[in-house]
């Protein structure tokens, strides 16, 4: 990515990774200089400046770095500039921050009031909200005051999922939360890359792509219909609760249930409402999110939807009656704890600001709570004969040979497939003739990958 760069009266090309480092540069300049005035006025040293808003912040008009854009798109102010620097340096340049590790010699540890906490491995200072308000307030309480806005889940550090507060233990001060900046922002400074989470312990989610188009759904008329109202609103939710001021009185996103029998095309149409609407769709793995250790499962589910509702993602949650099942009498802690966790899911589910879509087999394993709240709710059937005929077609529409046997509508019409049955049947069909030396698909490759597929759901031809 190359973009323009003005530097010292001159415009030169440059790759976006140079044009941020250039952008920092000048930032980590003037942040070394603002800490050095805190530290002089805090220790009563001489200092040229008697405030450190005398150092006034490098201009970024001209600067077209991602972290200069990020600036000028929230109306950045200094307080705001410093706190973003601050959860930036220990990625870029931990050393401008190891000033704060000086010792108070009459208690022979740290600075109470200069915050921060040491890493696992890293040996940096990680800087926290009290490292923050040190630098930008001293011992003011009026500006310590004031900070505690910039923590707020309405400011746009915490709206933009920029920077998150950490706090590593329950009950400490709110002000040793550790300033963690998102990975997502990280790497838009740094390399200008806007990279997608990848699945990991972590993050139990998978960004879910396809190739096709909505040509080859085979849907009923009924589903189609209800899909389009998923891609309406997807389309129309600011006008409709922004301008005609809905927001009031409705709950924010948009919940949907997708049930019916598997290989019907659910995680498919799924895909496809992201793809035609720009966003991505991620797929929760919910053997990675559901825990028998109390209070994980809910620790896991809220990293999820954390980084989610600040994204526009789509959240996709397959055979979810895994944790949304129904909830059951308490006759053990057990069964209260199961049932707290549905709690949990169904209130942040209400609350997520974009669409959920939930996918099972059997409707009757949801529990009833969530199904009152599904704002669409769609039965993906098994596909009529006329619908077989159309998969069928649609999966040799590419270069994949027939012999002339093979009869299609006779197939669509004899045996009862779902979609995911019949791709299955094809992969089959197209090993068999290759192994066999034959550059073409016949009818008994065909009845024989049927017959595997009939069997797994316990049937014969």
């Known amino acids: 990515m190359q973009q323009r760069l003005k530097i010292s009266g001159r415009s030169e090309s440059l790759?976006?990774?140079?044009?941020?480092?250039?952008?920092?540069?000048?930032?980590?300049?003037?942040?070394?200089?603002?800490?050095?005035?805190?530290?002089?006025?805090?220790?009563?040293?001489?200092?040229?400046?008697?405030?450190?808003?005398?150092?006034?912040p490098p201009e970024l008009c001209d600067d077209e770095s991602e972290y200069a854009r990020l600036v000028r798109e929230c109306g950045m102010g200094f307080d705001e500039r410093i706190v973003l620097m601050l959860a930036l340096i220990p990625h870029i340049r931990p050393q401008a921050l190891d000033t704060f590790f000086v010792s108070n010699k009459n208690f022979e540890r740290a600075f109470t009031e200069f915050g921060g906490v040491k890493g696992q491995v890293h040996g940096g200072f990680l800087p926290t909200c009290?490292?923050?308000?040190?630098?930008?307030?001293?011992?003011?309480?009026?500006?310590?005051?004031?900070?505690?806005?910039?923590?707020?889940?309405?400011?746009?550090?915490?709206?933009?999922?920029?920077?998150?507060?950490?706090h590593r233990a329950s009950g400490e001060p709110l002000f040793n939360g550790v300033l963690k900046l998102s990975n997502e922002y990280l790497n838009r400074f740094t390399t200008g890359q806007d990279l997608k989470p990848d699945y990991?312990?972590?993050?139990?989610?998978?960004?879910?792509?396809?190739?096709?188009?909505?040509?080859?759904?085979?849907?009923?008329h009924d589903v189609l219909e209800e899909v389009e109202n998923i891609n309406a609103w997807l389309r129309h939710s600011k006008t409709i609760m922004e301008d005609w001021g809905l927001e009031r009185t409705v709950k924010p996103g948009y919940r949907c249930l997708f049930y019916g029998p598997?290989?019907?095309?659910?995680?498919?149409?799924?895909?496809?409402?992201?793809?035609?609407?720009?966003?991505?769709?991620?797929?929760?793995?919910?053997?990675?999110?559901?825990?028998?250790?109390?209070?994980?499962t809910e620790k896991n589910l809220a990293n999820i939807f954390d980084q989610a509702k600040t994204k526009n993602w789509i959240l996709f949650f397959d055979e979810a009656d895994a944790l949304f099942g129904k909830r059951t009498q308490t006759s053990s802690s057990n069964d209260r704890y199961a049932n707290q966790e549905v709690s949990y899911l169904l209130q942040r589910v209400e609350d997520f600001p974009g669409v959920v879509i939930l996918a099972t087999n059997l409707k009757a394993n949801i529990d009833e709570a969530f199904s009152r709240r599904f704002q669409t709710s769609i039965y993906f059937s098994l596909p009529d004969a006329e619908h077989r005929l159309l998969l069928w077609q649609g999966y040799f529409k590419g270069k994949c040979r027939l012999e002339d046997s093979v009869d299609l509508e006779k197939l669509a019409e004899e045996y009862v497939l779902a979609g995911g049955a019949i791709a299955n049947v094809v992969r089959y069909g197209a090993i068999r003739a290759l192994h066999m030396g034959r550059d073409a698909i016949s009818h008994d490759d065909l009845v024989k990958g049927i017959a595997k597929e009939l069997i797994k759901e316990g049937k014969t031809i």
């Open 15 to 56: 790759p976006m990774s140079q044009a941020n480092a250039a952008s920092l540069e000048a930032e980590l300049d003037w942040f070394t200089r603002v800490v050095e005035t805190r530290f002089g006025l805090h220790f009563g040293q001489e200092s040229e400046c008697k405030d450190i808003r005398e150092h006034r």
């Open 130 to 166: 009290e490292t923050a308000s040190f630098i930008l307030h001293g011992n003011d309480l009026a500006g310590r005051f004031n900070f505690i806005g910039m923590l707020d889940d309405d400011h746009f550090f915490a709206a933009k999922g920029i920077i998150e507060v950490e």
């Open 200 to 220: 990991s312990m972590n993050f139990p989610a998978k960004r879910i792509t396809t190739k096709l188009t909505w040509d080859d759904l085979v849907l009923t």
């Open 262 to 296: 598997p290989g019907t095309g659910k995680t498919l149409t799924a895909t496809l409402i992201g793809a035609n609407a720009g966003l991505d769709v991620y797929r929760i793995d919910l053997s990675m999110v559901v825990s028998k250790y109390i209070g994980e």
